[in-house]
């Protein structure tokens, strides 16, 4: 069993920056491919940057070259650092944990970008 809990979210203005966390506890956090995804009001939930056990990492292309996603494994962590935030961005975003067949959500945490 893992558990995800996610902090750094809040209110910015645009072109702003705020760090997200995901924070893992149980075992053999290293091994999983954690994703950040998020919901805006209205909309489905879509994938924002997700990074495997090895370090590979994808980025949707709305965020490429302003948000990036790493990991400590020693400290059983995944931040998604966001920079130049945009009004569109706002969404509550959401840490996602997967090793096989196993999968896990934390509770999210709300990004408010103003205009």
């Known amino acids: 069993q893992v558990q995800l809990v996610e902090s750094g979210g809040g209110l910015v203005q645009a072109g702003g920056s705020l760090r997200l966390s995901c924070v893992a506890s149980?075992?053999?956090?290293?091994?999983?491919?954690i994703a950040w995804y998020r919901r805006a009001p209205g909309k489905q939930r879509d994938l924002v940057a997700s990074?495997?056990?090895?370090?590979?990492?994808n980025y949707a292309d709305s965020v490429k070259g302003r948000f990036t996603i790493s990991r400590d494994n020693d400290k059983n962590t995944v931040y998604l650092q966001t920079n130049s935030l945009k009004p569109e961005d706002t969404a509550a975003y959401y840490c996602?944990?997967?090793?096989?067949?196993?999968?896990?959500w934390g509770q999210g945490t709300q990004v408010t970008v103003s205009s």
């Open positions: 996602n944990g997967r090793r096989g067949l196993f999968e896990y």
């Open positions: 149980g075992s053999s956090f290293g091994a999983y491919t």
């Open positions: 990074i495997t056990s090895g370090g590979s990492t």
